[in-house]
């Protein structure tokens, strides 16, 4: 029987009565007294030189009420960047300034020159349209080969050169690797490029800034995945405001898939401009406007090697990619093609020998960062490609292979310096092909064909590290801040309880999910637990929500600070009881001694807590409120193996997702149902990924993707219904809960299964096609198969 609550329990999320019935608020809902808009003036070249801004004329059209340039921001500070990389000669990576407003020049389409601050936002567009713009512009770089040419323009005039860094990982392996490239029995090469995208969450980026002249106070509405960063970045390396005068609330947030991560010119903007004019200042962004300054995800372009032996054993693994990082760097952009891309090249197989070396180039672009998944679903892609090719080259079965080659003892230290604790990729690869029906595959193939239509299977497997972690290593390796994170459990007199913590929920279900693990804890009912987030002025400190870190570390702070309350309960009731401490147990919302009839119930001992008439007050302070950090000790490692069908038609080059399957292995799972979701929602990324969306640019750095005319989004008959399972489990070793993380995998698994199923199709039409860069167009495919 399935369990009806706590932990295993799959309620409806509690958080979508207010999304459904449109009582939800969002940053855009918040519109404060004496309020002005902001608009942004861009830059419309992708490279020039500022000869002047004219804004003379602008300043006296109606309801301005002030216009500000890069000259007001001289003496403040730049964005900052969170990681910083060492190269593989020991050098630090060049790291250019990322001015709030451009000064000197732009450097990609979109690069914000002026803001225009208005009574409307029509006032403030009408003004924009009247600022004379001297801008000389300069020959744009956009591809990445192209921009480390010694001729090639100069994205930073102050930098030697448009490489941020040439990484090596692990530096002390290349030459075993090559040696066992030249000793090999095989070697397959391919090269690929991991397409551009823009992350296009349902809510548009919004910041509200209000400067409270009375106390000198800042606060910052703001769409973000993680306040107390953007407090902490925003405050102390861009305006200089102490933490404790700076506030920073991101209420409900409309999908975030890593966009939201980082901390943009436009917080910094408004906060600042409030307290120069003060009033509060808003912007919200138009879709157009998100296309061009929102951070994009992936673009990588990558050769990769697999060596085999001569009994198809993989013997070492080698990668050459070049990483986009746009015109400036983004907040966490250096460590995305790194340290969360090269350290998963091992993927599910025990290769003893792997190099990868990643070359970081600025280039007239937006700015590229993490998007959902971030190095992950790129590792992933071109090293399950790969092993799709090997087999095809071997003529062997590319299940066959890969199982051959799979790791089986656990813990396993990879080459690639991290440490999975535990894993069955046996179990999830023999799950896939029970919920796929592998076996039946022929007989739907045959059938295709009667049609006139190609079908293919293509199938992968995954790993991910998630829970980003511990923090003295990823100190270690650049990061600029520790990932830990925090819980304040606060008990109520009457027994209900709020529980204050720093991950951030926009779309995951945290009101749900984690009043369900306090709920087992203490055995009451998850009504009675609140869940409070998202303001930094009300939690004691959190790194946010990303790289599927809510439960595995910001869960098992809750879990340490729930412990605490528990372990002071348990005093108090032993003094209620009459009874020893070590005596007293906690079960279904009740205090026993053990071995006797004695009980009292949690919220008599609550009440006691701030009542206290029962218990000296020497011995235990009233109250009960706990507060835990957790800094976790490994990453943990979600994997999983997928399948996808597709049908092909070889006229036209039109590709149809028939069928679709993942198993996955997730560790404990706290609610299925959410967990489901999270796959299903991965997935269509996936497969917009593989089949629909590309960010593009010419030649000049004009973005030719820059609205939904010309961006294709995954629509609902666009993908089809999945079998998803997360019955395989092998529980984290090393967090308090046995999770793993779940809201990446989808997207990480997908986009080589399908690609794998669209090449597998085109051969069983009898085309030999070693590779199709994604996204897999009728036009492309079509061409393919022409070709």
Known sequence: MPKDHGIGASPKRREDVRFLTGKGQYTDDINLHGQTYVHFLRSDVAHGIIKSVDTSAAENMPGVVRIFTGADFEGVGGLPCGWQITDRHGQPMQEPGHPVLARGKVRHVGDPIAAIIAE???????????????IEELPAVVDMVSALAPDAPKVHDELTSN?????????????????????????????????????????????????????????LYTTSQNPHVIR??????VLGIPEHKLRVVAPDVGGGFGTKIFHYAEEAFVTFASRQIRRPVKWT??????????????????????????????????????????????TFAPSVPTWLHGTLMAGNYKTPLIYVNVKAVFTNTVPVDAYRGAGRPEATFQLERLVDKAARELGVDPIALRRQNFITQFPYATPVAVEYDTGDYIATMDRMEEIMDISGFEARRKASEAKGKWRGLGVNCYIEACGI???????????????????????????????????????????????????????????????????SSKIPFGMGTYGSRSLAVCGSAMVRAAEKVIRKAKKIAAHLLEASEADIELKDGKFSVAGTDKECAWGDVTLAAYVPHNYPLEDIEPGLEETAFYDPANFTYP???????????PETGKVTIEKFAAADDFGNVVNPMIVEGQVHGGIAQGIGQALLEAAVYDENGQLQSAS?????????????????????????????????????????????AVVNAVIDALASGGKNVPHIDMPLTPHRVWKAINQ
């Open 120 to 134: 409307t936002k029509e006032q403030a567009r009408d003004a924009a349209e009247a600022i004379e713009l001297d």
């Open 285 to 330: 962004s138009t879709r157009s406007e998100a296309f061009m300054s929102d951070a994009h995800g992936r673009d990588h372009k990558t050769k990769i090697e697999l060596a085999l032996d001569a009994d198809n054993n993989f013997m070492a693994i080698r990668t050459d990619t070049y990483a986009n990082m746009g015109a400036y760097l983004s």
């Open 163 to 219: 490489l941020c860094y040439d990484w090596g990982f692990v530096e002390e392996n290349k030459a075993a690797v090559d040696e066992a490239f030249e000793k090999a029995a095989h070697v397959t090469t391919l090269e690929l490029i991991n397409n551009r995208l823009v992350a296009n969450p349902m809510e548009p980026r919004v910041a509200v800034g209000d400067y409270n002249q009375a106390n000198d106070e800042s606060t």
């Open 469 to 535: 972690a511990p923090s003295n290593l990823v100190g270690q390796l650049g990061a600029r801040a520790g990932l830990y994170d925090a819980a304040t459990v606060r008990v109520n007199a009457t027994g209900s309880i709020s529980v204050m913590v720093g991950a951030h929920s926009h779309g995951q279900g945290h009101e749900t999910t984690f009043p369900q693990v306090i709920a087992e804890m203490i055995g009451i009912d998850e009504s009675q637990v609140d869940i409070v987030h998202g303001d």
């Open 232 to 237: 902490l970045l925003m405050g102390a390396f």
């Open 708 to 752: 939904y005319m010309d961006y294709a989004m995954p629509r609902a008959d666009d993908v089809p219904f999945y079998i998803v399972d997360h019955s395989c489990c092998t529980p984290c070793t090393h967090n308090p809960l046995g999770v793993k993380g779940c809201g990446e995998a989808g997207a990480i698994g997908s986009p080589p």
């Open 639 to 649: 994997s999983g193996a997928y399948a996808c069908e597709v049908e092909v038609d």
